[in-house]
């Protein structure tokens, strides 16, 4: 990475820098583990603005997959819906884990979107505080759901919640239906 950056650091031009990076691994988790490893500081720092994962063991759907996962992580390009959930602890109000696979469920077609799922009032707002909509534990079955950091609805029972949040999306014109 360092040669990268010296590379980068030191041309001529400004034209649009693409890493490019070959792995002879047919595992496409550590593929993705080590092209984000090599290439993703470059990106964070805008040094580059795109990537090209060369793993002749892989598929081109796979290949695709793991440049766009390096490129939303490095907030470069957004692909996919972006989950900020909290790790649960004793305030939690509801199964965080088969909810947050729920709405994954029903959520994860979207673009450029962040949904944050959270178990508690107490710290769940602000750990979302840069989510696009929140869905957060308020009372035992209870859900308060966010706009951003403004809240939209208060105490909705958990079995209708899901349905709320999908709606205040098609509200603002974010919703787009699964192909």
Known sequence: TAEWRAAILNRDDSRPVVIRRRYDIADKELVAIYAAADMGQLLIDGLASGVWVDAPQLSDAELCDIELMILQAARVRFSRTEYIACPSCGRTLYDIQSTLATIKSRTSHLKDLKIGV????VNGPGEMADADYGYV???PEHITLYRCREIVERNI???????????IIKRDGRW???K
Not at 157 to 167: M, P, R, T, Y
């Open 157 to 167: 029972h958990q079995s209708e919640a899901l349905d709320h949040l999908i709606e």
């Open 118 to 121: 959270m178990g508690c009032i």
């Open 137 to 139: 534990g308020s009372s």
């Open 176 to 178: 787009q239906e699964p």
